[in-house]
């Protein structure tokens, strides 16, 4: 059966660190494919210096082994 997993951060060097962990306990899984994306949203808080935050998001769909 197709799954998918959806992480998402607003590091990207953290959204990297969570794909690196999850692909490295995917021994029994068919990696399918990765989709990577990026959104803005306006944020007008005192932390945020640009105006708005920046997610950054992958899908991982991948397949376990022994169904179709």
């Known amino acids: 059966?197709?799954?998918v997993l959806v992480l998402?951060?607003?590091s990207e060097g953290r959204l990297q660190q969570g794909i690196n962990e999850f692909l490295n306990g995917f021994h029994k899984s068919?990696?399918?494919?990765?989709k990577?994306?990026?959104s803005m949203i306006p944020d007008n808080s005192d932390l945020s210096i640009t105006g708005?935050?920046?997610i950054y998001s992958a899908l991982i769909i991948y397949e376990e082994n022994g169904q179709s």
């Not at 068919?30 to 990765?34: A, E, N, S, W």
């Open 30 to 34: 068919r990696l399918i494919d990765i």
């Open 36 to 38: 990577f994306s990026t």
């Open 52 to 54: 708005c935050t920046i």
């Open 8 to 10: 998402s951060e607003y």
């Open 1 to 3: 059966m197709t799954q």
